[in-house]
């Protein structure tokens, strides 16, 4: 059961009402046996009318409710008045209190319109009255002025008061839900305690990092040498918090600011800004090795075929293939370096997938693995060519940090904006240590390893618009995600 409902406004007020009623009906005869019966009759009616609101309550607004409660109690209280000695009873007073109470409940307007009604219908009471008595007409309408004018003027100043106070009430909530708001939707936490350690207020939730805030509040109200603000790392995030004395140094006022995004931004450009600088200085350097390079290997291959018999073929062949492994890494190192334009074609993710696969076939079936694929259907907006590549570095990781006839997952799917593909193995896995550089360009920990498949693929991801992320444990495996805004 609700509770709050039951002593909300309306509900109040119409369990009270026949209550009020009995007491004030039983109360005015010393002795029991005196009340007349009619007053039995309007206890029993207001007891049916409570009922009939309880019911009715929640068909209608509350408003409705309340005006139909007031207008009722009118004819009730002129019944206590007829029984009560006419002319000569004290309950018209009660009507003082009914214009009162509807002040409350109906505020101004409310005030106004019931008063009204009341001098209307007391005015109707007092004629009918006044036609089977014997009293003066100057005595009733004496009457009429004194209680009529009293009516008028309750109601008028309740009225008026009750508006006031609402005004008031609803400036005092308008403030205080207007700073609650303010508090809650910061983006920093609050705290204020007091110099006996208790916590005042706090928009902070409940957990670690209220407690480290707390203990150093309860710290900085001890010891009056305590920074008054310090960098807090808890949990992997970074924070500030900045504090105050007040109150004389009787409550410690804290404000923490999380400032890892910022930390984060700011360490991705730094990193990128160096990315950046290095691979214009390398990619020209790369530019000018390529062309010598080509004509070394000519005159490598000439050589070859001139002394086909000789005994020094070994050694030619070998420095072949290594003039070739030099041109795949200025090869790697120019498409790293070229921060060309992409060229942006609707492009479904399968097809990405397979072109990657297809230039990565060899080292597959070399290793004998098996890939597993699971995709989705979306599109991107892309250079099928960057992002095939850019795949096929990941791929080429995968297989090469697999075992022979281990699993390689392809999995993809999208939300509302942004689609995602999950390229995991089982492999060896990456060091904690390492994982915060593999994505730096000439990080390897191969033989024979460029160490640029990543910071190529990252860069072709990041002129799509896109990132990608890593998890890895030793021993178990890496799971790189791809993500990329939807076309
Ligand atoms: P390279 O493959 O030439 O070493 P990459 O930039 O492609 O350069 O990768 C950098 C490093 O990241 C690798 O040397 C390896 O240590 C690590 N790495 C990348 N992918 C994986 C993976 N799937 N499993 C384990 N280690 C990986
Ligand atoms: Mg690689």
């Known amino acids: 059961m609700d ?54 309550r929640n068909r209608f607004i509350e408003k409705t409710v309340l005006y139909m409660i007031f207008l009722t109690d009118i004819p009730i209280i002129g019944f206590m008045i007829h ?69 008028l003027f309750t109601g008028i100043l309740s009225g008026a008061l009750s508006a006031r106070y609402q005004k008031g009430t609803e400036e005092v909530e308008r403030l205080r839900i207007t700073t609650e708001e303010i508090i809650k939707n910061l983006p920093s936490g609050i705290i204020t305690v007091s110099d006996k350690g208790i916590i005042i207020y706090t928009n902070i939730p409940e957990g670690p990092i209220r407690h480290r805030v707390h203990l150093y509040i309860i710290k900085l109200l001890k010891d009056p040498n305590a920074q008054i603000s310090i960098k807090l790392e808890i ?5 500030v918090l900045s504090c105050a004395r007040i109150y004389d140094s009787k409550v410690g006022l804290g404000i923490l600011q999380d400032y890892t995004e910022i930390r984060k931004l700011e360490e991705q450009s730094r990193i990128s800004k160096q990315t950046k600088l290095l691979a214009e200085l390398g990619g020209s350097l790369a530019h000018e090795i390529r062309n010598p390079l080509a004509s070394i290997r000519g005159l490598l291959e000439l050589i070859r075929e001139a002394r086909k018999n000789s005994s020094t073929l070994h050694f030619i062949n070998m420095a072949l293939k290594e003039s070739t492994r030099l ?80 699993v390689i997952k392809i999995v993809s799917y999208s939300n509302n904006n942004e689609g995602f593909v999950e390229i995991r193995d089982y492999g060896k896995g990456i060091l904690s240590r390492e994982i915060k550089k593999i994505y730096d360009p000439f990080f390897t920990t191969k033989k024979g390893g460029t160490g640029l498949g990543l910071a190529i693929a990252r860069n072709i991801l990041e002129s799509h618009g896109g990132r990608i992320e890593v998890k890895s444990k030793i021993g178990k495996g890496t799971t790189f995600k791809i993500v990329l805004p939807l076309a």
């Open 3 to 56: 509770y709050s409902e039951l002593f909300s406004k309306r509900t109040g007020l119409i369990i009270l009402h026949p209550l009020l009623i009995t007491f004030v009906l039983l109360t005015s005869y010393p002795i029991i046996y005196d009340i007349p019966t009619p007053f039995w009759y309007i206890i029993l009616a207001s007891f049916i009318l409570a009922t009939i609101f309880l019911l009715l």
């Open 83 to 151: 029984y009560s000695g006419s002319l000569e009873s004290m309950f018209p007073l009660l009507y003082v209190l009914l214009i009162i109470l509807s002040a409350l409940y109906l505020s101004k307007k409310g005030a106004y319109v019931i008063s009204l009604c009341i001098v209307i219908f007391f005015a109707f009471l007092l004629f009918i009255e006044a036609r089977d008595s014997n009293y003066s007409t100057q005595m009733v309408m004496y009457r009429f002025y004194i209680f009529g004018l009293l009516f």
């Open 235 to 239: 949990a992997k995030r970074y924070y």
């Open 327 to 406: 041109n795949e890494i200025v090869t790697d190192f120019l498409n790293f370096a070229q921060f060309v334009p992409v060229k942006k074609n609707r492009l479904s993710i399968s097809e990405i997938i397979n072109e990657a696969l297809i230039d990565i076939i060899h080292r597959v079936d070399s290793k004998n693995i098996k890939i597993v694929r699971q995709d989705s259907v979306f599109y991107v907006l892309g250079d099928l060519n960057k992002l095939k590549s850019c795949f096929a570095n990941i791929l080429n990781n995968a297989c090469e940090a697999s075992q022979k006839g281990q």
